[in-house]
C-alpha cells in the first residue's frame, strides 16, 4: 500500500477526530455540527467556514510531519481564561518495518482496517465523560491545538506513550480511549480531565 495512501487516510482521520472533539465539549453551539456518515457512524463536522478553514489549514500543515513519520501526538487542550480545563491527545506510533513489509493483503483491506480502528476512536470521543458535557459555549473559552513531533536534532525518537511528568501532573485524571494496531500505524486517544 502506498505510504500517499496511508497519509491521506491519517489526514482525513485527524481532522474528523478534532471537529469530533470540539463538539463533543460544547465549545459552540451545538447547531453549527452537522451529522456527516465517515467510517460507517454518523459523525459531526462545523458548519461554520471560519473553524472550517482553520482546521482543515492545520491538518494540511501537518502533511510534511506525516510524510516523514515525525507527529508523535497531536493534542487539543479545552482552556477557560487560558487555563487548560481538559485536554484530548491522539497519539501516532509507526511500525520500523516499510508498509509493505507489513502485510501482503491488499491495500483495500488495510484501508478497511484502518476505517474500522478509526471508527472506534471517534465512538470513544463521543462517548467519553467530559467536564464541558453539562457547560454551555460562553466566552472565555477556547481551544488549542499543539503538535508534537519525534524530530530532535536530525534523529527520531521512538518512545510509544510516553507521557511527561508535566503533562500528567496537570490532569487529574488520564483516562486512555482507546488503542488500535493495524500494523501501519498504531494510534491511541487519551483524555485527560
Not at 491527545?89 to 491495500?107: G, K, M, N, Q, R
Not at 521512538?158 to 508535566?166: G, I, K, P, Y
Request: hydrophobic share 40%; net charge negative; glycine share 4%.
Amino acid at each position: 500500500m502506498s505510504g500517499d495512501i496511508l497519509q491521506e487516510i491519517l489526514l482525513e482521520f485527524i481532522e474528523v477526530w478534532l471537529h469530533n472533539v470540539i463538539y463533543k465539549v460544547n465549545l459552540y453551539p451545538s447547531q453549527i455540527f452537522r451529522s456527516r456518515y465517515k467510517y460507517n457512524i454518523s459523525v459531526k463536522q462545523s458548519a461554520f467556514p471560519a473553524l472550517n478553514n482553520y482546521l482543515r489549514n492545520l491538518v494540511l500543515s501537518l502533511q510534511p510531519q506525516l510524510q516523514r513519520q515525525s507527529i508523535h501526538n497531536i493534542t487539543l487542550n479545552i482552556l477557560q481564561d487560558l487555563e487548560i480545563q481538559e485536554s484530548f491527545t491522539l497519539t501516532i506510533s509507526y511500525p520500523t518495518e516499510t508498509v509493505s513489509d507489513i502485510s501482503a493483503d491488499p491495500p483495500e483491506k488495510i484501508i478497511s482496517s484502518c476505517k474500522d480502528a478509526f471508527r472506534g476512536h471517534i465512538v470513544s470521543v463521543l462517548n467519553c465523560e467530559s467536564k464541558q458535557d453539562s457547560i454551555e459555549p460562553s466566552e472565555g473559552r477556547t481551544f488549542s491545538v499543539s503538535v508534537r513531533t519525534g524530530e530532535l536534532a536530525g534523529t527520531q525518537m521512538t518512545a510509544w506513550c510516553c507521557e511527561s511528568v508535566l503533562e500528567t501532573s496537570v490532569a487529574k485524571l488520564v483516562e486512555p480511549l482507546l488503542f488500535t494496531d493495524v500494523g501501519s500505524v498504531r494510534v491511541q486517544s487519551i483524555h485527560r480531565m
